[in-house]
């Protein structure tokens, strides 16, 4: 069983940066594909970002891409997503999980969720 936590979600003004923090309960995370995904009111879940610990590589929605970067701390066993040029359409709550699928970016690919973080982004 993994259990994760999601952080740093929050109130941020148009334009503004958010980093999102997910630390995993257990040392074995780095076997598993880790991912973020955002569930806007009345809206499906949908992929955001994700990160291979065993290839050292990440991948991002086109919605994100090239304002987003995921980052780790091995040693915490955490992985961060930071978020610049937000805009309102990032409102969501933003939720980490973990996947034994290279490549993962679909719901039903991952295994485990944390509770999610709400981000709210005004205009």
């Known amino acids: 069983q993994v259990q994760l936590v999601e952080s740093g979600g929050g109130l941020v003004q148009a334009g503004g940066s958010l980093r999102l923090s997910c630390a995993a309960s257990r040392r074995t995370i780095s076997t598993y594909v880790m991912g973020w995904f955002r569930q806007a009111p009345g809206k499906e879940r949908e992929f955001v970002a994700g990160f291979s610990w065993s290839v050292g590589h990440a991948y991002y929605a086109d919605s994100v891409k090239g304002r987003s970067t995921i980052t780790t701390d091995n040693a915490r066993d955490t992985v961060y997503l930071q978020v610049d040029s937000l805009q309102p359409e990032d409102t969501a709550v933003y939720y980490c999980?973990?996947?034994?699928?290279?490549?993962?970016?679909?719901?039903?690919?991952?295994?485990?969720w944390g509770q999610g973080t709400q981000v709210t982004v005004s205009s």
């Open positions: 999980a973990a996947s034994r699928q290279s490549g993962a970016n679909m719901v039903h690919e991952y295994d485990y």
